[in-house]
Nanobody
Framework: QVQLVESGGGLVQAGGSLRLSCAAS????????MGWFRQAPGKEREFVAA????????YYADSAKGRFTVSTDNAKNTVYLQMNSLKPGDTAVYYC?????????????????WGQGTQVTVSS
C-alpha cells in the first residue's frame, strides 16, 4: 500500500514562503514519480509541480514557474515543494501524489496514489 503524508502547510502573508513536505515509504519513493497538486474552494484540482522517478526532470505549472521548486531527499524518502513569493491566489489544499511512470506527470488522472492534503492560506 502506497502511503503519502503531507505537512508544512499554514497561514502566511503575501510575499512569504512555505515549504511543503511529503513523506513516502521507501518503496514508493524509489519506484514512483511524484507530483504536487492543489485545489481551491469551488475549483478543480490542478497540477502544480512534478519530479520524475530519477529526479532528473522537473515540471511546473505556469503559475508556479519561477516561484516554486520541487525537490527530493532520498535519505528521508521525502519530496518537497518550496514556495516563495506566495500570493493570495495560491491559497488551496495542496496534495502530493505518486504514479508508477514518469510520463504524463502533469495529468491529474494519471496519478494513482494521493496524500490527505495540507492547507495553505495566503493573506493579503
Amino acid at each position: 500500500q502506497v502511503q503519502l503524508v503531507e505537512s508544512g502547510g499554514g497561514l502566511v502573508q503575501a510575499g512569504g514562503s512555505l515549504r511543503l513536505s511529503c513523506a513516502a515509504s521507501e518503496r514508493t519513493f524509489r519506484r514512483y514519480a511524484m507530483g504536487w497538486f492543489r485545489q481551491a474552494p469551488g475549483k478543480e484540482r490542478e497540477f502544480v509541480a512534478a519530479i520524475s522517478r530519477s529526479g532528473g526532470s522537473t515540471y511546473y505549472a505556469d503559475s508556479a514557474k519561477g516561484r516554486f521548486t520541487v525537490s527530493t531527499d532520498n535519505a528521508k524518502n521525502t519530496v518537497y515543494l518550496q514556495m516563495n513569493s506566495l500570493k493570495p491566489g495560491d491559497t488551496a489544499v495542496y496534495y502530493c501524489a505518486a504514479k508508477a511512470s514518469s510520463s504524463s506527470l502533469t495529468e491529474r488522472d494519471e496519478y494513482a496514489y494521493w496524500g490527505q492534503g495540507t492547507q495553505v492560506t495566503v493573506s493579503s
